[in-house]
């Protein structure tokens, strides 16, 4: 698969989310931060994603409209939508995973960078769990569980001005990162035009005799 380049067009996002609902529009002027998860229930994804749910009044401020996209079924993924202020695609044939260039291989999961952030989201998941606000992830997870993260930061007019293709399981951008993207990308404000300087009076002339 061939990774996108910034400055070209998009791929198409879906029209609607796991759940049938349309997707929201983007803000006038805004911008799509799209990323790419692994499989529901994954634990690193699920602890990354609590992170963007608290912090969403501050994307939707900085005109940023969250989508994010999964390597599962739609029936599999809608009970973990619950909750989460954005919605989230079912991609179960990879079909936009390939469009995007997003990988998958062993180094997600043997990359020891990523150890610390499995035992975080396991053990940060089992309260959630518990609390019936989260369901563990299948055994099988459809897609398997080797798939690699990827950020795309997208104008409103689908052009692709950002993106990051993460090297393991839990490489991908913070909100801080996303932020800090749409407010260098924001469209410049229109100038208000230089107001004409007013024209000197006339020197008066001296006084006829």
Do not use: K
């Amino acid at each position: 698969m061939s990774r996108l380049r910034t400055g070209t067009t998009a791929p198409a996002l879906p029209a609607a989310d796991a759940a049938g609902a349309p997707l929201p529009p983007v803000p006038p002027g805004g911008l799509t931060h799209l990323q790419f998860r692994r499989f529901a229930g994954c634990p690193i994804c699920n602890l990354h994603l609590r992170g963007f749910a608290v912090r969403h009044p501050e994307l939707r401020a900085a005109g940023v409209r969250e989508v994010v996209a999964f390597h599962s079924p739609a029936d599999e993924l809608r009970p973990y939508a619950a909750g989460l202020p954005f919605p989230l695609l079912a991609d179960p044939e990879r079909r936009l995973y390939r469009a995007y260039g997003v990988e998958r291989g062993a180094r997600a999961l043997l990359d020891p960078r990523v150890w610390p952030s499995i035992v975080l989201g396991v053990l940060s998941g089992v309260p959630q769990v518990l609390r019936g606000r989260e369901r563990l992830p299948s055994a099988r997870p459809a897609g398997g569980r080797l798939g690699l993260p990827a950020d795309f930061l997208i104008d409103a007019d689908g052009q692709l001005l950002a993106a990051h293709y993460g090297t393991h399981a839990a490489d991908h951008w913070p909100v801080a990162r996303v932020l800090a993207l749409a407010t260098e990308h924001r469209p410049a404000t229109e100038p208000t035009p230089a107001t004409a300087p007013e024209p000197e009076p006339a020197a008066a002339g001296p006084d006829p005799d």
